[in-house]
C-alpha cells in the first residue's frame, strides 16, 4: 500500500505535504448541515401535533435577550441549566444512599439524568417537544437539600414561619435568584415555561421569587412527562440500588404484581436466565413495562380528546399516566419500597444522623451569619437571615454539609456506615 501523496487524517506528515494543484481544487460546496434556530423551530411547526408546545409560542424571558442564532429557546435553556453550579452539585447530593456507602448508587446526578433519558423517549413517541422536556428535566431536582428528603423535612420544619421551604419552589430559587453566572442578571433569565413548570405548588414558599407566574390548574403535557419520568426512574433505580445494597432481596419482590410480570417476560425472552442476570433483565423489563403502559394509554388520551393546542390539551387534567390496572401495580411497588427500603433500619439511621446535621447547620448560621459565604451573609442583611440560611444550607452537598458541621461544631459526626 503505497505511503506516499496521502490525504488520510491519520497520516498528518504524508497529510500536511501534500498540496492541492489548483486544476484540482474541489467546487466550494454548502456545509452538509446548516444549523439555525428558524430551520428548528419550522421544522417544529411541520412536524410537531397541535397539541405540543412550540419554541415560537414561548412567553419569553424575564429580562429581554436578542435570540440565539444557534438555539431554540429551550435548548439555551437546558444548556444554562447543564452549565450551572446547581446542576453540578447534584452529583454529590444523596438520593437515597449518602454518597459515601458506595459509588454503584445513584446520586441526585444520575437520578436526573435517567429521568431526562426516559422524559425524551417518552416525549419523541407522543410527538411532544423534547427540547422543552430534556431542560425541565434536568433542572427538576435543582432546589433538593442534602441528605435527599431529610434534608428537605428538615428545612420545611426550620422555614416553617419564616416562609417555608419546598424544594420545588427552591428550584425556581436557584434558576431565578442564586444562581450568579451572568453579569447582565441574576439567575439563569430561564424562559416564563420552563419556570413555570418548576413551581408545582405556587410561588408561596420561594422566598419572592414567581410572582409573575400565573397559576395554572394542570401542568403543561411535557411537565406531565417530566413528572411520571421522575416516578419512572426513581421507582426503578431504588429497586436496583436496595437489591445491591442487600435491603431488598430478589424473593422479597415476588410478592409485587409489576415484578412477576417482569420477571414472566424476562424468562420468556430468555428461557436459561438465572441469578443476578435474570433479576437485572427483570427489572430491565419493569422500565419497558411501565413506559409501554404510560405511551399507550396517553396516546390513547390524546386521540381520544384531540386537542388543538396546548393550553387545551392541560385544561383536560393529567392525560400523561398509566392505565388503571398498571397505576395498581406501580402504587404496590411504591408501598412496597416506602416500607422495605425507605423505612429500614440502615436508612433511616442514617437519616437521623443528616437530620441533626442540617437543623444544627441552620441554627449555627441562624445565630451568626457571618459563618456563611459572603453572599449569603449579604442576603442576610436584605432578604432576612431565615431565608439566607436556609439558601445556603439548600445547596450544600452532602459532603460539604458534613465538613461545614464538624467545623463549625468540632463534632465528627459522620455518615458513613452506622
Ligand atoms: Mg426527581
Same mark, same amino acid.
Given at each position: ?13 504524508? =497529510? ?5 494543484? /489548483?486544476?484540482? $481544487? ?5 456545509? @452538509?448541515?446548516?444549523?439555525? %434556530?428558524?430551520? @428548528? ?13 412550540? %419554541? ?7 429580562? /429581554?435577550?436578542?435570540?440565539? /442564532? ?5 435548548? #439555551? ?35 436526573? +439524568? ?11 413517541? &407522543? ?9 425541565? =428535566? ?39 435568584? !442564586? *444562581? ?7 439567575? !439563569?433569565?430561564?424562559?416564563?415555561? @420552563? ?10 414558599? =420561594? ?12 401542568? &403543561? ?21 436496595? $437489591?445491591?445494597?442487600? !435491603?431488598?432481596? /430478589?424473593?422479597?419482590?415476588?410478592? +409485587? ?19 443476578? +442476570?435474570?433479576? #437485572?433483565?427483570?427489572? =430491565? ?25 396546548? *393550553? ?15 397505576? *395498581?401495580?406501580? %402504587? ?5 419500597? !416506602? ?26 448560621? &441562624? ?39 464538624? #467545623? ?11
Amino acid at each position: 500500500m503505497s505511503r506516499g501523496r496521502s490525504s488520510c487524517w491519520s497520516c498528518s506528515r504524508a =497529510a500536511s505535504a501534500w498540496k492541492p494543484s /489548483p486544476g484540482r $481544487l474541489p467546487a466550494r460546496t454548502a456545509p @452538509i448541515i446548516t444549523i439555525d %434556530s428558524n430551520r @428548528i423551530e419550522h421544522d417544529e411547526a411541520a412536524r410537531l401535533p397541535l397539541y405540543a408546545l412550540r %419554541s415560537t409560542g414561548s412567553r419569553g424571558r424575564r429580562h /429581554p435577550e436578542p435570540p440565539d /442564532p444557534l438555539r431554540t429557546v429551550w435548548r #439555551r435553556d437546558r444548556d444554562r441549566i447543564v452549565h450551572c453550579g446547581a446542576f453540578r452539585r447534584l452529583e454529590y447530593k444523596t438520593q437515597v444512599f449518602v454518597f459515601h456507602e458506595g459509588d454503584h448508587y445513584r446520586t441526585r446526578l444520575t437520578h436526573t +439524568l435517567e429521568v431526562a433519558q426516559v422524559a425524551r423517549s417518552v416525549a419523541v413517541v &407522543l410527538g411532544l417537544n423534547e427540547s422543552f422536556v430534556e431542560a425541565l =428535566a434536568l433542572a427538576h431536582d435543582l432546589g433538593h437539600p442534602p441528605f435527599g428528603h431529610a434534608g428537605e423535612d428538615v428545612l420545611r420544619l426550620c422555614m416553617k414561619e419564616s416562609g417555608g421551604f419546598e424544594h420545588n419552589a427552591q428550584a425556581l430559587r436557584v434558576v431565578d435568584f !442564586l *444562581e450568579r453566572g451572568y453579569p447582565q442578571f441574576r439567575g !439563569l433569565n430561564l424562559s416564563y415555561e @420552563i419556570r413555570a413548570s418548576l413551581l408545582k405548588h405556587g410561588p408561596g414558599a =420561594a422566598g419572592g421569587v414567581g410572582s409573575d407566574i400565573e397559576p395554572a390548574p394542570f401542568p &403543561l403535557l411535557e411537565a406531565q412527562v417530566v413528572d411520571v419520568a421522575d416516578s419512572i426512574a426513581y421507582n426503578n433505580h431504588d429497586l436496583d440500588d436496595g $437489591l445491591r445494597s442487600g !435491603l431488598l432481596t /430478589p424473593s422479597d419482590l415476588e410478592e +409485587l404484581g409489576l415484578w412477576r410480570r417482569a420477571q414472566e417476560r424476562a424468562r420468556a425472552l430468555y428461557p436459561t436466565l438465572e441469578g443476578a +442476570l435474570l433479576t #437485572r433483565s427483570t427489572r =430491565a423489563q419493569v422500565i419497558k413495562i411501565t413506559i409501554d403502559d404510560l405511551i399507550t394509554h396517553t396516546s390513547a388520551n390524546l386521540e381520544r380528546l384531540a386537542p388543538r393546542n396546548p *393550553e387545551a390539551a392541560r385544561a383536560h387534567g393529567r392525560l400523561v399516566g398509566f392505565s388503571p390496572p398498571m397505576q *395498581e401495580l406501580v %402504587s404496590e411497588l411504591q408501598r412496597f419500597l !416506602l416500607g422495605h427500603l425507605y423505612r429500614a433500619h440502615a436508612v433511616t439511621t442514617m437519616r437521623q444522623k443528616t437530620m441533626r446535621i442540617v437543623r444544627e447547620l441552620f441554627e449555627i448560621y &441562624l445565630h451568626d451569619p457571618e459563618q456563611m459565604a459572603p453572599d449569603f451573609r449579604e442576603m442576610a442583611g436584605t432578604a432576612g437571615v431565615y431565608r439566607a440560611a436556609a439558601d445556603y444550607v439548600a445547596g450544600m452537598t452532602d459532603r460539604f454539609a458534613e465538613q461545614e458541621h464538624e #467545623r463549625l461544631t468540632g463534632l465528627r459526626l459522620t455518615t458513613q456506615g452506622n
